[in-house]
Protein backbone atom coordinates (compact mmCIF):
# COMPACT_ATOMS: atom_id res chain seq x y z
CA UNK A 1 0.00 0.00 0.00
CA UNK A 2 1.03 3.50 -0.46
CA UNK A 3 2.21 5.25 2.18
CA UNK A 4 0.89 8.19 1.49
CA UNK A 5 -1.69 7.64 -0.85
CA UNK A 6 -3.51 5.55 2.36
CA UNK A 7 -2.87 8.59 4.95
CA UNK A 8 -6.71 10.22 5.09
CA UNK A 9 -7.03 13.92 4.91
CA UNK A 10 -8.81 15.65 7.81
CA UNK A 11 -11.15 18.76 6.04
CA UNK A 12 -10.44 22.23 7.49
CA UNK A 13 -13.00 23.95 8.84
CA UNK A 14 -15.32 25.92 5.88
CA UNK A 15 -13.48 23.66 2.99
CA UNK A 16 -16.07 21.41 1.01
CA UNK A 17 -14.76 19.28 -1.53
CA UNK A 18 -17.12 17.47 -4.35
CA UNK A 19 -16.67 14.63 -6.30
CA UNK A 20 -18.66 14.06 -9.92
CA UNK A 21 -19.21 11.13 -11.76
CA UNK A 22 -16.65 11.64 -13.61
CA UNK A 23 -14.13 11.83 -10.59
CA UNK A 24 -13.76 15.95 -11.28
CA UNK A 25 -12.30 16.46 -7.78
CA UNK A 26 -13.74 20.37 -7.07
CA UNK A 27 -12.57 21.80 -3.41
CA UNK A 28 -14.03 25.30 -2.72
CA UNK A 29 -12.59 26.92 0.54
CA UNK A 30 -12.51 30.70 1.92
CA UNK A 31 -9.34 31.64 -0.82
CA UNK A 32 -11.34 30.33 -4.00
CA UNK A 33 -12.15 27.12 -5.38
CA UNK A 34 -9.73 24.54 -7.37
CA UNK A 35 -10.53 21.74 -9.37
CA UNK A 36 -8.50 18.46 -10.54
CA UNK A 37 -9.42 15.46 -12.67
CA UNK A 38 -8.82 11.97 -10.75
CA UNK A 39 -8.21 9.13 -12.50
CA UNK A 40 -11.35 6.84 -13.17
CA UNK A 41 -9.76 3.77 -11.51
CA UNK A 42 -8.79 5.78 -8.83
CA UNK A 43 -11.49 6.12 -5.56
CA UNK A 44 -12.10 9.45 -3.59
CA UNK A 45 -14.33 9.22 -0.64
CA UNK A 46 -15.58 11.44 2.02
CA UNK A 47 -17.03 10.28 5.49
CA UNK A 48 -17.64 12.42 8.42
CA UNK A 49 -15.14 15.46 7.41
CA UNK A 50 -12.33 12.94 6.35
CA UNK A 51 -11.19 12.17 2.77
CA UNK A 52 -9.43 8.81 1.63
CA UNK A 53 -8.34 7.54 -1.81
CA UNK A 54 -8.09 4.01 -2.74
CA UNK A 55 -7.23 2.23 -5.85
CA UNK A 56 -8.89 -0.75 -6.46
CA UNK A 57 -6.00 -3.17 -7.42
CA UNK A 58 -1.69 -3.54 -6.88
CA UNK A 59 -1.09 -2.55 -10.22
CA UNK A 60 2.27 -0.51 -10.75
CA UNK A 61 0.30 2.02 -12.18
CA UNK A 62 -2.38 2.22 -9.64
CA UNK A 63 0.07 2.02 -7.08
CA UNK A 64 1.73 5.56 -8.67
CA UNK A 65 -1.45 6.74 -9.15
CA UNK A 66 -2.84 6.44 -5.33
CA UNK A 67 -0.08 8.56 -3.79
CA UNK A 68 -0.19 11.27 -6.53
CA UNK A 69 -3.87 11.83 -6.13
CA UNK A 70 -4.11 12.05 -2.44
CA UNK A 71 -1.14 14.70 -2.68
CA UNK A 72 -3.07 16.52 -5.53
CA UNK A 73 -5.91 16.58 -3.32
CA UNK A 74 -4.21 17.26 -0.19
CA UNK A 75 -2.29 20.69 -1.54
CA UNK A 76 -5.68 21.92 -3.27
CA UNK A 77 -7.24 21.55 -0.03
CA UNK A 78 -4.48 23.43 2.15
CA UNK A 79 -4.35 26.03 -0.82
CA UNK A 80 -8.04 27.00 -0.57
CA UNK A 81 -7.68 27.12 3.21
CA UNK A 82 -4.19 28.75 3.83
CA UNK A 83 -2.94 29.68 0.27
CA UNK A 84 1.19 29.19 -0.63
CA UNK A 85 3.59 31.72 -0.78
CA UNK A 86 6.94 31.44 -2.47
CA UNK A 87 10.02 34.06 -1.73
CA UNK A 88 12.84 34.37 -4.61
CA UNK A 89 15.79 36.89 -4.05
CA UNK A 90 17.64 38.49 -6.52
CA UNK A 91 21.43 38.11 -5.98
CA UNK A 92 24.01 40.53 -7.92
CA UNK A 93 24.99 44.14 -8.25
CA UNK A 94 21.90 46.40 -9.60
CA UNK A 95 19.73 43.16 -9.55
CA UNK A 96 15.85 45.11 -9.40
CA UNK A 97 12.71 43.83 -8.96
CA UNK A 98 8.76 45.94 -9.17
CA UNK A 99 5.87 44.71 -10.34
CA UNK A 100 3.11 46.97 -11.88
CA UNK A 101 -0.73 45.09 -11.83
CA UNK A 102 0.19 41.77 -13.21
CA UNK A 103 3.42 42.50 -14.81
CA UNK A 104 7.01 41.97 -13.04
CA UNK A 105 9.80 44.20 -14.21
CA UNK A 106 13.16 42.61 -13.55
CA UNK A 107 16.70 44.36 -13.92
CA UNK A 108 19.23 41.10 -14.08
CA UNK A 109 22.05 43.14 -15.59
CA UNK A 110 21.52 42.11 -19.29
CA UNK A 111 20.69 45.39 -21.82
CA UNK A 112 17.58 45.42 -20.90
CA UNK A 113 14.98 44.95 -18.79
CA UNK A 114 13.05 41.68 -18.36
CA UNK A 115 9.22 41.55 -18.24
CA UNK A 116 7.15 39.01 -17.10
CA UNK A 117 3.67 38.42 -16.95
CA UNK A 118 1.63 37.13 -14.03
CA UNK A 119 -1.56 35.04 -14.37
CA UNK A 120 -4.14 36.63 -12.27
CA UNK A 121 -4.48 33.86 -9.51
CA UNK A 122 -1.03 34.64 -8.31
CA UNK A 123 -0.03 37.72 -6.78
CA UNK A 124 3.15 39.49 -6.37
CA UNK A 125 4.72 41.77 -4.37
CA UNK A 126 8.59 43.18 -4.74
CA UNK A 127 10.40 44.22 -1.79
CA UNK A 128 13.62 46.40 -1.82
CA UNK A 129 15.19 46.96 1.65
CA UNK A 130 17.96 49.33 1.79
CA UNK A 131 21.80 46.76 2.13
CA UNK A 132 19.58 43.91 1.65
CA UNK A 133 18.34 42.08 -1.78
CA UNK A 134 15.51 42.42 -3.41
CA UNK A 135 12.82 39.69 -2.35
CA UNK A 136 9.92 38.51 -4.85
CA UNK A 137 7.20 37.23 -2.60
CA UNK A 138 4.48 34.79 -5.31
CA UNK A 139 1.24 34.29 -3.41
CA UNK A 140 -1.90 31.96 -4.62
CA UNK A 141 -3.62 29.02 -3.82
CA UNK A 142 -2.64 26.92 -6.60
CA UNK A 143 0.75 24.94 -5.60
CA UNK A 144 1.70 23.44 -8.96
CA UNK A 145 1.16 27.17 -10.26
CA UNK A 146 3.38 28.84 -8.40
CA UNK A 147 6.29 26.36 -8.62
CA UNK A 148 5.71 26.88 -12.27
CA UNK A 149 6.01 30.82 -12.00
CA UNK A 150 8.65 30.82 -9.81
CA UNK A 151 10.85 28.25 -11.88
CA UNK A 152 10.14 30.58 -14.94
CA UNK A 153 11.36 33.46 -13.32
CA UNK A 154 14.55 31.77 -12.13
CA UNK A 155 15.17 30.39 -15.29
CA UNK A 156 15.89 34.38 -16.16
CA UNK A 157 18.85 34.53 -14.48
CA UNK A 158 20.02 31.39 -12.25
CA UNK A 159 22.69 31.36 -9.75
CA UNK A 160 26.17 30.83 -11.19
CA UNK A 161 28.20 28.53 -8.88
CA UNK A 162 31.77 31.27 -8.28
CA UNK A 163 30.05 34.36 -7.37
CA UNK A 164 26.60 32.88 -6.33
CA UNK A 165 25.12 35.88 -8.61
CA UNK A 166 20.85 34.87 -9.92
CA UNK A 167 17.72 34.09 -8.64
CA UNK A 168 17.58 32.18 -5.91
CA UNK A 169 14.49 31.20 -3.39
CA UNK A 170 15.08 32.90 -0.01
CA UNK A 171 16.79 29.86 2.19
CA UNK A 172 18.35 28.39 -0.88
CA UNK A 173 21.54 27.47 -0.25
CA UNK A 174 24.35 27.01 -3.52
CA UNK A 175 27.33 25.13 -3.45
CA UNK A 176 29.95 27.31 -4.50
CA UNK A 177 32.93 26.46 -6.55
CA UNK A 178 36.96 27.40 -5.82
CA UNK A 179 37.87 29.87 -8.93
CA UNK A 180 41.64 30.10 -10.40
CA UNK A 181 44.21 30.20 -7.94
CA UNK A 182 47.24 31.39 -8.41
CA UNK A 183 50.43 29.45 -9.26
CA UNK A 184 53.94 29.78 -7.68
Request: charged share 20%.
Amino acid sequence: MSRIGKLPITLPQGVEVLVNQDNLVTVKGPKGSLSSQVDTDITVAIEDGVLTVSRPTEQKRHKALHGLYRSIINNMIVGVSTGYKLSLELIGVGFKATTVGQNLELALGYSHNIYVGLPPEISAVAVTEKGKAPVITLEGIDKQLIGQVAAKIRSLRKVEPYKGKGIRFVGEVVRRKAGKTASK
